[in-house]
């Protein structure tokens, strides 16, 4: 079975600090994305990166940067975290081709206070 | 420009009665469509997925979905709705290269 591991599953940060979210996967997924969920707005792509060390912005990416240097590591970083962007943050995994459904971990809900 | 919709925002049914639940897709062509499940603190669980072939298609927990192209849906189904059902329900469409457009989400209450 396909596991993506989201390192925290709760997570309060202060204003202004810089904030890391981690995400694993552990069948040599090409694909990895990060996404958030807000109620009414559904899941929203923030990046997503189809190999190591690339990226592309997704539709909010605004506020976040991406690292991947490992296949199987793909983190979201908060350069300076606002209260706006309190959410839940889910990260997914997935094969390249189109018809491959994306598998998704247990999501952060991370609070900026 | 491409998007996914699902018009109703919080649908209740009673236990045992049927479920349909709508999602619309506008593309150029048609894209690869998936419905996804999300329990309370959970990620997404993948129902079920078209990308060709026959129309009907069967996935997990007996849900099943039928594309029409002609009115651009692939909605959701159950026959019999189990009180364990209650979630929310992702429809998402993709037709490049592995990128998912979700619609809004559709709250499923199953009342006893």
């Known amino acids: 079975d396909v596991k993506v591991t989201q390192s925290s599953r709760y997570l309060v940060k202060r204003t202004g600090e810089k904030v890391f979210l981690e995400c694993v996967q552990d069948?040599?997924?090409?694909?990895m994305f990060w996404y958030r969920q807000d109620p009414g707005l559904g899941l929203r792509l923030i990046y997503f990166s189809y190999d190591v060390k690339m990226k592309e912005k997704g539709d909010i990416p605004e506020g976040y940067s991406v690292s991947r240097e490992k296949k199987e590591r793909f983190s979201l970083i908060l350069e300076s975290a606002s209260t706006n962007q309190t959410s839940m943050y889910l990260c997914?995994?997935?094969?390249?081709?189109?018809?491959?459904?994306?598998?998704f971990g247990d999501g952060t809900r991370l609070s900026i206070l | 420009a491409q998007s996914v919709t699902q018009p109703d925002i919080h649908i209740t049914v009673s236990e045992g009665a049927s479920l349909e639940l709508r999602c619309n897709y506008s593309?150029?062509?048609?894209?690869?469509l998936f419905w996804y499940v999300q329990s309370p603190g959970q990620g997404l669980q993948l129902l079920l997925k078209y990308f060709s072939g026959d129309t009907l298609v069967q996935g997990i927990k007996g849900f099943e979905a039928e594309f029409k192209r002609s009115q651009s849906s692939f909605n959701l189904r159950k026959p019999s709705v189990h009180w364990s059902d209650a979630a929310e329900y992702f429809c998402?469409?993709?037709?490049?290269?592995?990128?998912?457009?979700f619609g809004q989400g559709t709250e499923l209450s199953v009342k006893p």
């Open positions: 593309y150029g062509a048609t894209p690869y």
């Open positions: 069948m040599d997924h090409e694909n």
């Open positions: 998402g469409g993709d037709n490049q290269g592995g990128k998912l457009i």
């Open positions: 997914a995994s997935s094969y390249p081709d189109s018809y491959q459904p994306q598998h």
